[in-house]
């Protein structure tokens, strides 16, 4: 049956699901997508720190429903979105920042621990609102401390090679990760995230 803009519009979230399962077409989708976006759009950003990358996840985001929608039971569409793209989010941050570290020393006369690759699962494990938490952590971090983070955590600079491209000198690299460390570890321990530390 083919129903008006007008009339679409006027129907429930269910009611669009049920016609788009029933027919494919892309009318009932774009009216679901539009009274949404604003969600997807909002977690997007706060997963992602450039307007591009929120704008090419939520595109990925939206092709990814168009799909699960015709297959899965969804009572409450809003709630369901919600954990897609969360999920998304989160397993899409752990790719591209390739986070996987634990809290140990540098050496064995270093008593100042640090984060290392790759054994991220041993300090966070598999909970979804931890992770979350370490991204909103290290987001917190000052400029200088993040940076650091990125090229040493995230892109797996050498200390040599952060001073060469940051033109510091080696104390001010230890000194920004020291920090950062610090810092990552009490926004965590604050929220209820025990951060375990071990020695090698």
């Given amino acids: 049956m083919f129903h008006s ?3 679409i519009r006027s129907f429930t979230d269910s009611e669009l699901i049920e016609s788009y399962r029933n027919s494919l077409d892309e009318r009932y989708l774009s009216e679901l997508f539009s009274r949404y976006a604003y969600l997807v759009y909002f977690l997007c950003n706060k997963y992602f720190e450039t307007k591009v ?3 090419d996840a939520a595109i990925e985001i939206f092709a990814k429903i168009a799909h699960q929608i015709v297959g899965n039971e969804i009572n409450n569409f809003r709630s369901w979105l919600y ?3 969360k999920n998304f989010c989160i397993d ?3 790719k591209n920042n390739n986070i996987q570290c634990e809290f140990v020393p540098i050496s064995d006369d270093d008593e100042n621990l640090f984060m290392q690759f790759p054994q991220f699962d041993r300090l966070m494990g598999t909970n979804e609102d931890q992770v979350e ?3 909103e952590a290290v987001r917190k971090l000052d400029p200088e401390q993040k940076e650091c983070v990125k ?3 995230f892109k797996k600079k050498s200390y040599n090679e952060i001073m060469e491209i940051k033109q510091w000198d080696m104390d001010k690299v230890r000194s920004r990760l020291q920090n950062a460390r610090r810092n990552i570890i009490m926004y965590l321990e604050k929220r209820g995230v025990h951060v375990k530390t071990s020695k090698v």
């Fill in 5 to 7: 803009f007008e009339k």
């Fill in 53 to 55: 990358e929120s704008d």
């Fill in 83 to 85: 954990h897609v793209t």
């Fill in 92 to 94: 899409k941050v752990r």
């Fill in 133 to 135: 938490l370490l991204q």
């Fill in 151 to 153: 090229l040493f955590y």
